[in-house]
């Protein structure tokens, strides 16, 4: 692991000032190892100060992208992490328990498509049988599909792709909380994932956006519901971030140029997102931070 400076630097050295990426697409849910360049997950630069330890983190889509940067953080900063993903995935799911691992921390695989009911349930069961318990739950699975052959809005929208939209980043999120906190104690936390979409949303991610300014407004209710027995629930929103679930779902000239409208001029990296996840985590860090959604945007507002 490198020095906090020597972190900072390497950050600097990766920062791609023309923003956009090489022309490339995936079929969902899409892999790490095909992408060019390859996605930085903090594998090199987080430097964990002990902020979890002896946590026990419930990651879902753990497996790649911001999910498997969080499970790389979430390890360093002492915690025990289960990675929820979808089978087609078992390969970076390894990767990122390999890196778990290697931070001297438990990594447990509770594979299964959180679209149905009874897997939420199965999930939460087995991560907290696994671990010995859970009180940290990261809602961070999430599709979208912004390939409407060309047209945007309405005109855009197919009614499979809508209803795999809706029921991955809204539905199984309620069951999944509702799963979580039957069994959390004071102190468990739920940290959900919006995006800068649920405040300046894009007419090719119509479905997508609606989910996610959905997802702010259950962060606010189901902070009100679980403040009495101590359990917090915040939200992040990123920004455009490189993973792998933008080759799966955009179309070739949105890659091309993704990340470039923002202020900072860029996409950010999974590793730039992670430590948003760990301050809303610790309970050192954020006792008093409920109902509220931080943004890692590169400079896109969020309120
Ligand atoms: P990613 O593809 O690496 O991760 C998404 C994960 O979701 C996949 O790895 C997959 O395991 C999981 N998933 C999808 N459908 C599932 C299902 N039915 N059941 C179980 N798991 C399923 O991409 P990412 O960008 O890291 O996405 C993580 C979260 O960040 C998502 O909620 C996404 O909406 C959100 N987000 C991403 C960006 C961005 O620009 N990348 C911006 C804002 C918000
Ligand atoms: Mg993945």
């Known amino acids: 692991m490198m020095t906090d400076i020597g972190a900072r630097a390497a950050r600097m050295v ?22 060019t360049p390859v996605p930085d997950h903090g594998e090199q630069t987080y430097v964990g100060h002990g902020r979890l330890e002896g946590r026990k983190a419930l990651i879902t889509g753990g497996d790649s992208g911001i999910g498997r940067a969080i499970a790389i953080a979430f390890a360093r900063e002492g ?19 390999d890196w778990v691992t290697k931070a001297g921390r438990q990594a447990v695989q509770v594979p299964g498509d959180l679209r149905d009911r009874a897997t939420c349930d199965q999930v939460v069961a087995d991560a907290s049988k696994e671990l010995g318990g859970l009180d940290i739950l990261v809602n961070n699975a999430g599709f979208q599909w912004d390939r409407g052959r060309g047209k945007d809005g309405l005109e855009g ?39 800068i979409q649920a405040y300046d ?27 009495p027995k101590g359990i917090r629930v915040n939200a992040v929103a990123p920004g455009p971030i490189w993973t792998p679930l933008q080759p799966a779902t955009r179309e070739v000239e949105k890659v091309e140029t993704f990340g470039k ?10 590793g730039e997102v992670a430590p948003a996840y760990v301050f809303l985590a610790s309970t050192a860090d954020a006792s008093y931070v409920s109902g509220t959604v931080l943004g890692v945007t590169g400079g896109g507002a969020v309120f």
């Open 157 to 195: 929208l197919e009614p499979d792709d809508v209803d795999r939209v809706i029921e991955t980043n809204l539905v199984a999120v309620i069951w999944m909380c509702k799963a979580a906190a039957a069994q959390f104690g004071e102190g468990a936390t739920i940290i959900n994932t919006t995006s």
């Open 201 to 227: 949303p894009s007419p090719g991610l119509m479905d997508y956006a609606a989910t996610k300014a959905a997802i702010n407004n259950l962060t606010v209710n189901l902070a009100a519901a679980l403040g």
């Open 14 to 35: 990766r920062t791609d000032k023309k923003g956009g990426f090489p022309a490339q697409q995936q079929d969902p849910p899409g892999v790490t190892g095909d992408m």
């Open 79 to 97: 915690a025990d992490v289960a990675i929820n993903y979808l089978q087609a995935e078992q390969v970076d799911a390894d990767e990122t328990c």
């Open 261 to 270: 409208d923002t202020p900072l001029g860029r996409a950010g990296q999974p």
